[in-house]
């Protein structure tokens, strides 16, 4: 059984850093990505930044692209999201996800194509 969990949320004023990470388990196969995802209150949830396990492709949000980095230790099994530059409008509970399989690159923004979540973390940014 497929499990993620993230860790690294919190409260960070407005220009500052934060790292999150997703530490999963139970794969039995490696070619599928994984990725990001955020709910802001009231808002639906949205695509941040997405990669495959088993290859150096990564995908971003335009509204994050220079300000955040999705990155991956296959040895440790966990997922990073750097964000730098945060601004109050990243406040967020971030979501970290897993597809099944492989999936087409432009199916990476979807969370249809993720089967496997994680419970979340919250990112407040103070302004």
């Known amino acids: 059984q497929v499990q993620l969990a993230e860790s690294g949320g919190g409260l960070v004023q407005s220009g500052g850093p934060l790292r999150l990470s997703c530490e999963t388990s139970?794969?039995?196969?490696?070619?599928?990505?994984m990725g990001w995802f955020r709910q802001a209150p009231g808002k639906e949830r949205e695509f941040v930044a997405a990669l495959r396990w088993s290859e150096g492709a990564t995908y971003y949000a335009d509204h994050v692209k220079g300000r955040f980095s999705i990155s991956k230790d296959i040895r440790k099994n966990i997922m990073y999201l750097q964000m730098t530059s945060l601004n109050p409008e990243d406040t967020a509970v971030y979501y970290c996800?897993?597809?099944?399989?492989?999936?087409?690159?432009?199916?990476?923004?979807?969370?249809?194509?993720?089967?496997?979540w994680g419970q979340g973390t919250l990112v407040t940014v103070s302004s």
């Open positions: 996800a897993a597809t099944r399989w492989r999936i087409l690159p432009n199916r990476h923004f979807a969370a249809d194509a993720y089967a496997y």
């Open positions: 139970g794969r039995t196969n490696r070619d599928y990505s």
